[in-house]
């Protein structure tokens, strides 16, 4: 167990050191100038002289060779320093942390709506097998993963906002203001739940164990609750750190939209802002967010999974 746990932990590494070297050469792989971009946003009437350019350019420490920059940008940002923005002047982390809560906010209430939805949908589909249930079951869970989620975000705003005049359009000023994105985001990955947890099911009910159950006379609901169910939810834990990066990832789209101050707006108005120091430290904390949830559910894959400890075992 300790050798599999280390070896996940090793292996961590390189990806981390890759994504930061990807969010620091954003800046050097932007187009335009850095330098010129912020030294234009102080000058008086955004005309920037040589000069201005060149001390800007000496803040951001672009004149010293690419290594130097990386190192010292490396180092910083394990300090928690990420720079200033270019747009208010303010730390970057102090922005990050600032917009934090409302992306975890809406990322948990969309993987709350995701379980709820995607577990008995998808144990439902599979205990009516080759039934109409069924066949509707799929069908919708083709279309949940099939429509675009821009699409259903204005969708349910033209619904629920503008026609019901139900719920909040855009924002977070309502208690309520939550309930739109949160159903957008977590459409797609309950539609692509549902089915992984149908086909796991299916896979387990066919299990010898399950027949040995049902011929001690166990009652069918049971059987699926107690004993196939608990087992057909294995590999879905394995996935939860894909589906939690799908939620990140979808943000950027559904915070937009809705004009929700979260991470994923955040990074949309620095690439419309040419916000560099924004965007790298945006893309260093989403990947690192990605890169640890990951190494979680892979870490706790093996106290959920026995087969990972007799195989880690083995392995010694």
């Keep these: 167990m300790k050798g599999y746990v280390a070896r996940r932990l090793v292996l961590a590494v390189p990806t981390l050191i890759g994504l930061v070297v990807l969010a620091f050469t954003l800046i050097v792989l932007a187009p335009g100038d850095p330098a010129e971009e912020l030294a234009r946003r102080r000058a008086v009437g955004g005309f920037a002289t040589e000069e201005d350019i060149g001390r800007a350019r000496v803040e951001l420490r672009l004149d010293r060779p690419y290594h130097v920059q990386l190192a010292e940008w490396t180092g910083r940002a394990a300090q928690g320093d990420l720079g200033r923005s270019f747009s208010n002047g303010r730390p970057v982390a102090a922005e990050l942390a600032q917009r934090l809560p409302a992306t975890a906010q809406l990322a948990a209430a969309a993987l709350v709506l995701t379980l709820l939805a995607a577990i008995p949908l998808g144990a439902l589909a599979a205990t009516r097998h080759n039934t109409l249930t069924d ?22 705003i033209v619904v629920f906002a503008t026609t019901l005049h139900l719920l ?149």
Aim: aromatic share 8%; net charge positive; hydrophobic share 60%.
């Design 168 to 316: 909040p359009v855009a924002g977070r000023t309502e208690p309520t203001s939550f309930i739109l994105p949160a159903l957008t985001l977590a459409a797609g990955p309950t539609a692509v739940l549902s089915r992984l947890v149908r086909a796991s099911l299916l896979e387990v009910l066919g299990e010898e164990f399950i027949r040995a159950a049902r011929a001690r006379g166990i009652g069918e609901v049971r059987l699926v609750l107690r004993h196939a169910l608990p087992n057909a939810l294995i590999p879905v834990v394995t996935v939860l750190g894909v589906l939690v990066a799908h939620l990140l990832a979808g943000a950027v789209i559904v915070e937009t939209i809705f004009a929700w101050p979260g991470v994923g707006k955040l990074a949309v108005d620095a690439i419309f802002q040419r916000d560099y120091t924004m965007l790298q430290g945006v893309v260093l904390f989403v990947g690192a967010v990605f890169v640890l949830l990951n190494l979680a559910v892979d870490l706790s894959y093996a106290f959920i999974d026995p087969r990972v400890r007799v195989s880690a075992r083995a392995a010694r």
């Design 135 to 156: 066949q509707l079951l799929r069908i919708g869970a083709l279309a949940g993963a099939s429509l675009p989620g821009f699409f259903l975000a204005y969708l349910l």
